[in-house]
């Protein structure tokens, strides 16, 4: 990655408009998560939105010219921790758990943002695992402050998972986001208080944890995408771009009212 970027106030409010068009898309695509849709009709259902609202998808044709990815969006389903594609055959299920990371290009920026979302009735350790997890993205955001560091992000997410037992996947990171959807610096959900990066006003950066009922432990299917537990144990995704500010954190991936 390269050096951190602050944003002028110009490009904030770019920002702004990426991160709730990325909003509007993602609630639209969450709204029609139901057992017996496909992932790829979710996946056309936001490719198709992301174009009515004049936007692109960062996710479509991301990566290595040999094996880009193909879905406009990434639906990753139980033990799916990230990057799951869109598929024809693949159908939602009653009591599965789906991770929906809409990331898109507006106006030049990028809006990143992922929720995991239950289909009808999950048990119990999944509520939990959905519970929790959102919860860390909340503690995390909360140390987004002007004077902090990157570790304290970090430690807020693991040490509060940990204290719920759950796993914190230490090989996929949160990141920096504004041009381009991977900028500095990188976001670990695993750290040590006051270490790291400088968080200073005008960076914007993308806070996700990943956590899951079982290891923390990875592995990748041969489509090359689709990040897997190793344990099979079932995984939950939160995500919202924020802005550091003077103040307190700004969250940009909302819907507009």
């Known amino acids: 990655m390269s050096r951190i970027v602050i944003k002028t106030d110009a490009e904030i409010a770019k920002m702004r408009e990426a991160g709730a068009c990325a909003a509007f898309v993602l609630d639209t695509v969450k709204k029609n998560v139901a057992a017996g849709v496909s992932t790829w009709d979710l996946d056309q259902l936001a490719k198709k939105t992301m174009a009515a609202v004049g936007a692109t998808s960062s996710s479509y044709g991301y990566g290595d010219a040999r094996n880009p990815f193909r879905g406009h969006i990434c639906i990753s389903l139980n033990d ?4 799951g594609v869109g598929r024809k055959d693949v159908f939602i299920k009653e009591g599965d758990i789906v991770s929906l990371d809409v990331a898109l290009n507006y106006g030049g920026f990028v809006g990143d943002n992922t929720v995991t979302v239950a289909v009808g009735t999950i048990d119990v350790r999944s509520q939990k695992l959905l519970k929790i997890t959102e919860e860390a993205l909340y503690k995390g955001i909360d140390q987004a402050i002007e004077g902090n560091c990157v570790g304290d992000i970090s430690w807020a997410i693991q040490s509060f998972a940990e204290k719920n037992r759950l796993g914190v996947v230490r090989d996929l990171v ?5 041009r381009e959807m991977h900028e500095a610096p990188q976001i670990p959900n695993i750290g040590s208080p006051h270490c790291g990066p400088k968080l ?9 944890p990943m956590l899951t009922l079982g290891l923390p432990d990875l592995r990748t299917l041969e489509d090359g995408w689709t990040i897997v ?9 939160f995500e919202h771009t924020i802005l550091i500010t003077k103040h307190s954190p700004e969250i940009l991936t909302i819907l507009k009212k």
């Open 229 to 237: 537990t190793k344990d099979g144990s079932r995984s939950a995704h």
């Open 200 to 208: 200073k006003a005008g960076m914007t950066i993308a806070i996700e």
């Open 174 to 178: 949160g990141h920096g986001v504004g």
């Open 80 to 83: 799916e921790v990230v990057h």
